[in-house]
């Protein structure tokens, strides 16, 4: 697997047969819309199709994909049978995650630092990678120390104008669903987010990985308590203006 690295704009690679990561980040924001419960039959469906294309009906879909490409990030059809190609990923994580020595702003040791949210990530991958592979480049990149467990890829898509989120199994091709889809973002984008909690495996976690769990959850209750004093605190101050303005007690 390999990455290149700015965050500004570019790409990343993802390559099966390479331990370095090189990793390049386009920035950007999704208009957030309105989600909607999907179908899980949908899943079957996919993983249906691509039991029954065979290496023809692969190489009219990579050329479908090519015509239909609007920028550079084409597919590229190996000999073997093998394709190669770009996915853009969402970052949409809402906590901290916890960031390595020598990570993201010069961090040492281990620090909890917020990833910017709605930053898109575009990736060079196979169509042999799999969405836990995805996963763990990403977090690879960013030096985070987080187990991977804590996050999952979902695809987002549109149907009858209506935006439909599906949370994707560990061991989907998110480049075939890319192919199957087309490369229009508004048909299907991939976003990555935390594990909801009742899907957490906590048990996977060692004891110092939870134990930073909690001093987030320590943090965003401090940070909760002191925006709902701050916000009563307004209120009181203006109630007793407003009594001062009126000659009543203050």
Request: with cysteine; aromatic share 10%; charged share 30%.
């Amino acid at each position: 697997m390999s990455w290149t690295s700015t965050m500004s704009s570019g790409y990343s690679s993802l390559e099966e047969d390479s331990e370095e990561y090189f990793f390049t980040a386009r920035t950007s924001l999704f208009k957030k819309p309105s989600v909607k419960p999907t179908n899980l039959k949908d899943v079957e469906k996919e993983k249906e199709l691509r039991t029954h294309l065979t290496c023809e009906d692969i190489r009219q879909k990579v050329e479908q994909y090519n015509t239909k490409s609007r920028d550079h990030f084409k597919m590229t059809l190996n000999t073997n049978g093998m394709y190669t190609g770009f996915i853009k990923v969402q970052l949409d994580l809402r906590r901290p995650i916890t960031v390595k020595g020598g990570g993201v702003g010069g961090v040492k040791g281990q620090e909890a630092f917020y990833l910017p949210r709605g930053s898109i990530n575009t990736l060079h991958i196979s169509s042999t990678n799999t969405v836990r592979q995805v996963i763990e480049a990403l977090l690879k990149k960013f030096t985070v120390a987080d187990n991977p467990a804590k996050f999952a890829l979902f695809k987002r898509f549109s149907r009858e104008d209506q935006v439909y989120t599906c949370k994707l199994s560990e061991e989907e091709n998110p480049l075939f669903l890319r192919l199957v889809a087309g490369p229009s973002t508004d048909t299907l984008s991939f976003v990555l987010k935390e594990q909801q909690t009742g899907e957490v495996m906590w048990d996977a976690f060692s004891i110092p990985e939870l134990q930073n769990f909690l001093r987030i959850l320590d943090k965003e209750e401090q940070d909760q308590i002191c925006s709902i004093t701050r916000r009563y605190n307004a209120y009181r101050e203006k109630l007793e203006e407003a009594m001062r303005e009126t000659g009543g007690p203050g």
